[in-house]
T-cell receptor, first 114, second 112 residues
Framework: QQQVKQSPQSLIVQKGGISIINCAYE??????FPWYQQFPGKGPALLIA?????SEKKEGRFTISFNKSAKQFSLHIMDSQPGDSATYFCAAPRFYSGYSTLTFGKGTMLLVSP | ETGVTQSPTHLIKTRGQQVTLRCSSQSGHNTVSWYQQALGQGPQFIFQ???????GRGNFPPRFSGLQFPNYSSELNVNALELDDSALYLC???????????FGPGTRLTVT
């Protein structure tokens, strides 16, 4: 079964610092790698996603870096803010006959201290 | 554009009972996937519905079942509830042609 290994489990960063979360995946039938942000009591919200025809994608303060040969991708949050404090999940697609689903990492709880 | 909605928000049931959770998919989406998220864990895929049929299933027993209606809304039914079924149940809608899934706010189920 598709595994996605996410690290670290938790992260404390000072306001203005850089938060880095890493994910490693196994074989996948196609390439689409999203990151989700989840606040307590809420559902996951799509934050940013990448297709590995590019090695990096940036949206505002959020950047995904992708290393296809190493089967790894990471999320960088620049100028981290207290409002970024949330749990972040990486995911990788798993394609079965007729449908696709997402396999999620276990999550990283980010706390940005003021 | 209306996002994914789920009801109820919270639910408390007793072991052995049955529960039905509901989801309205986002406008323009024809596929609904259900996930179970235990405390401190990532979402785990339960099953997916497309064209009113179960399109795929994760490692969940048959007492987890579902429906999809012509308007693409969906239900998740769980029979013979067990304590370990306590979790946040998430519905995600998507278009079958694309991988992006959009999640609803979830239903928090507590089994006592």
């Amino acid at each position: 079964q598709q595994q996605v290994k996410q690290s670290p489990q938790s992260l404390i960063v000072q306001k203005g610092g850089i938060s880095i979360i890493n994910c490693a995946y196994e074989n996948t039938a196609f390439d689409y790698f999203p990151w989700y942000q989840q606040f307590p009591g809420k559902g996951p919200a799509l934050l940013i996603a990448i297709r590995p025809d590019v090695s990096e994608k940036k949206e505002g303060r959020f950047t995904i870096s992708f290393n296809k040969s190493a089967k790894q991708f990471s999320l960088h949050i620049m100028d981290s803010q207290p409002g970024d404090s949330a749990t972040y999940f990486c995911a990788a697609p798993r394609f079965y006959s007729g449908y696709s689903t997402l396999t999620f990492g276990k999550g990283t709880m980010l706390l940005v201290s003021p | 554009e209306t996002g994914v909605t789920q009801s109820p928000t919270h639910l408390i049931k007793t072991r052995g009972q049955q529960v039905t959770l509901r989801c309205s998919s986002q406008s323009g989406h024809n596929t609904v996937s259900w996930y179970q998220q235990a405390l401190g864990q990532g979402p785990q895929f339960i099953f997916q519905y497309y064209r009113e049929e179960e399109n795929g299933r994760g490692n969940f027993p048959p007492r987890f079942s579902g429906l999809q209606f012509p308007n693409y809304s969906s239900e998740l039914n769980v029979n013979a509830l067990e304590l370990d079924d306590s979790a946040l149940y998430l519905c995600a809608s998507s278009n079958i042609l694309y991988e992006t899934q959009y999640f609803g706010p979830g239903t928090r189920l507590t089994v006592t």
